[in-house]
Nanobody, 126 residues
Framework: VQLQASGGGLVQVGESLRLSCAAS????????IAWFRQVPGKEREGVSC????????YYSDSVKNRFTISRDNRGNTVHLQMNSLKLEDTAVYYC????????????????????WGQGTLVTVSS
């Protein structure tokens, strides 16, 4: 599957952004999709994921109750609605596919994801 992330930008603290991840390929409608983020010098952090089979979602503690992941009706675009943005949300955000057999239920490990989008930069300023 090929992934194309978009929607990053520069916002102020407390504002919102919506990221999108367009997936294409034979399993695009069925792949478990996650969002990660990374700042220079730190490991890639799993932020959220959604399971296409039952619509269940997972959020890291750092974004819970602020971010919402969703999938459009066709199933091939995943959105990450980011509200109440904080300075520490500044990062390059990547979407990733774990393939049709992947099911997310907790901590996201980048090693479990086989395809990655190109990343989109989110900058939150004070």
């Amino acid at each position: 599957v090929q992934l194309q992330a978009s929607g990053g930008g520069l916002v102020q603290v407390g504002e919102s952004l919506r990221l999108s991840c367009a997936a294409s390929g034979p399993t695009a409608d069925y792949d478990g999709i996650a969002w990660f983020r990374q700042v220079p010098g730190k490991e890639r952090e799993g932020v959220s994921c959604i399971n296409p089979s039952d619509g269940t979602t997972y959020y890291s503690d750092s974004v819970k109750n602020r971010f919402t992941i969703s999938r459009d009706n066709r199933g091939n675009t995943v959105h990450l609605q980011m509200n109440s943005l904080k300075l520490e949300d500044t990062a390059v955000y990547y979407c990733a596919s774990g393939g049709p057999m992947y099911y997310c239920s907790g901590h996201l490990d980048a090693a479990d994801f086989e395809s990655w989008g190109q990343g989109t930069l989110v900058t939150v300023s004070s």
